[in-house]
């Protein structure tokens, strides 16, 4: 299956070049034929397609410079902790102000962290923010050893022991069970880097709660079925051959196959833009599939167990979620405050699947939770673009500002 998939991967990214250079042999000989209307829309499909690339690599963030306060101040990227699978990454401004450091937990689910680039802008005019930035199991040999659930937790108590006490954790999607577990941990512990602040957005903490098409499809098949058909081994010219995998490529396809009349209406978007030379929405919708297109592979031994505890069993608010034989007790949490962020028209995760945590937190006083759910946005939502901006991440901030 993987080999399959190279090899038709191999075949479109000898044409994609082709493509692009069939485009400038069209304006250039005869310039007045390749602005007719017939031209520049044949133009701009073989445009759209040489710009519609799958990658396994990690792209850039590119944040080079960011707004604090009345000045615009440089980035640098710094590695603060390294291990085989991950790097803490720190978005390190040039200023003296001291800011609090909030950790973005990235998730696991086939795409790399530069997917959380806009919500890491955000958030830096006015924090220290860190990143955990997956390594692409593909790539990392067998002798660094397995990455499972309980690895995931390990690697968040670590990245906040190394950034020190009253650091904050925002969790995106997927890693919010990971998260809770963490915190829930280092509580019981009386751990003193355990987060100041915890924010859990639109996660699966409870997917028995309000289901949707993807809770549905994890619930349709036994495990079995999971581990005969979905999994891979990593053939051998790549780092982390022999491994076990889910391919990020069927990934991607399970997250295009819930939206296929969306992602067609955009390709179709795409090449009326470029026909209409109208470049700034050609560029937006370009590199938007850049990073969408952009596929790791996931550890078996992670997805796996992951799809049975979180989406079958529902370990977690049942109360038998357990990591390293221990088992995990949210209402041992005390201490960090707790806000949960939902969108209204969340497709992936649905309403009320991560207000649930606030339930499980039992042990929190009241003033220290607080729940958000955002209307007019679906999953993506929740965490880039204008309501991001504008509505979540104010509501974020003060959370965070009070519990400094």
């Given at each position: 299956m993987y080999e399959?998939?190279?090899?038709?991967?191999?075949?479109?990214?000898?044409?994609?070049?082709?493509?692009?250079?069939?485009?400038?042999?069209?304006?250039?000989?005869?310039?007045?034929?390749?602005?007719?209307?017939?031209?520049?829309?044949?133009?701009?499909m073989l445009e759209t397609f040489a710009n519609l690339a799958i990658t396994?690599?990690?792209?850039?963030?590119?944040?080079?410079?960011?707004?604090?306060?009345?000045e615009i101040v440089p980035v640098t990227e710094e590695v603060v902790a390294s291990t085989p699978f991950a790097t803490l990454l720190r978005f390190k401004k040039e200023t003296s102000a001291q800011q609090q450091r909030v950790l973005i937990v990235a998730p696991m689910s086939g795409h790399f962290a530069?997917?959380?680039?806009?919500?890491?802008?955000?958030?830096?005019?006015?924090?220290?923010?860190?990143?955990?930035?997956?390594?692409?199991?593909?790539?990392?040999?067998?002798?660094?050893?397995?990455?499972?659930?309980?690895?995931?937790?390990?690697?968040?108590?670590?990245?906040?022991?190394?950034?020190?006490?009253?650091?904050?954790?925002?969790?995106?999607?997927?890693?919010?069970?990971?998260?809770?577990?963490?915190?829930?941990?280092?509580?019981?512990?009386?751990?003193p880097a355990q987060p100041a602040s915890m924010?859990?957005?639109?996660?699966?903490?409870?997917?028995?709660?309000?289901?949707?098409?993807?809770?549905?499809?994890a619930k349709t098949k036994p495990i079995e079925w999971f581990e005969r058909n979905l999994l891979a081994n990593v053939p051998k010219k790549f780092g982390g051959a022999g491994r076990k995998v889910y391919p990020g490529f069927m990934?991607?396809?399970?997250?295009?196959?819930?939206?296929?009349?969306?992602?067609?209406?955009?390709?179709?978007?795409?090449?009326?833009?470029?026909?209409?030379?109208?470049?700034?929405?050609?560029?937006?919708?370009?590199?938007?599939?850049a990073e969408y297109f952009a596929i790791m592979d996931l550890p078996a031994e992670f997805y796996i167990p992951t799809v049975k505890t979180v989406f079958q069993d529902h370990l977690l608010p049942l109360g038998k979620l357990e990591v390293h034989g221990r088992t995990i007790k949210p209402k041992a949490i005390r201490k960090t405050a707790l806000l949960t962020i939902e969108g209204e028209r969340d497709d992936i995760c649905g309403l009320g699947q991560t207000l649930a945590a606030q339930d499980l937190c039992s042990g929190l006083r009241q003033y220290k939770?607080?729940?958000?759910?955002?209307?007019?946005?679906g999953h993506y939502g929740t965490f880039s673009g204008r309501r991001w901006n504008n509505e979540i991440y104010p509501k974020l901030r003060d959370v965070i500002e009070m519990t400094a």
């Open positions: 399959a998939y190279g090899a038709q991967a191999n075949v479109l990214d000898f044409c994609r070049p082709l493509a692009s250079a069939t485009v400038a042999a069209l304006r250039q000989p005869w310039p007045m034929f390749g602005e007719m209307l017939s031209t520049r829309k044949f133009a701009g396994h690599e990690r792209l850039p963030f590119d944040i080079t410079e960011v707004a604090d306060g009345n530069t997917l959380l680039k806009a919500t890491v802008k955000t958030m830096l005019q006015h924090h220290d923010v860190y990143i955990t930035d997956w390594r692409n199991i593909r790539d990392i040999p067998i002798a660094e050893g397995e990455f499972s659930f309980d690895t995931y937790v390990d690697h968040v108590i670590d990245f906040l022991r190394v950034m020190g006490p009253r650091s904050h954790v925002v969790a995106v999607c997927q890693p919010c069970v990971a998260v809770l577990a963490a915190a829930s941990i280092m509580a019981e512990q009386d751990d924010t859990l957005m639109a996660g699966p903490i409870d997917t028995r709660i309000n289901p949707t098409k993807v809770n549905e499809l990934q991607l396809t399970a997250f295009v196959s819930m939206n296929p009349e969306r992602h067609m209406q955009s390709f179709k978007d795409m090449a009326k833009a470029y026909t209409e030379n109208d470049m700034p929405k050609f560029k937006f919708i370009k590199d938007f599939y939770k607080s729940h958000h759910v955002q209307t007019g946005v």
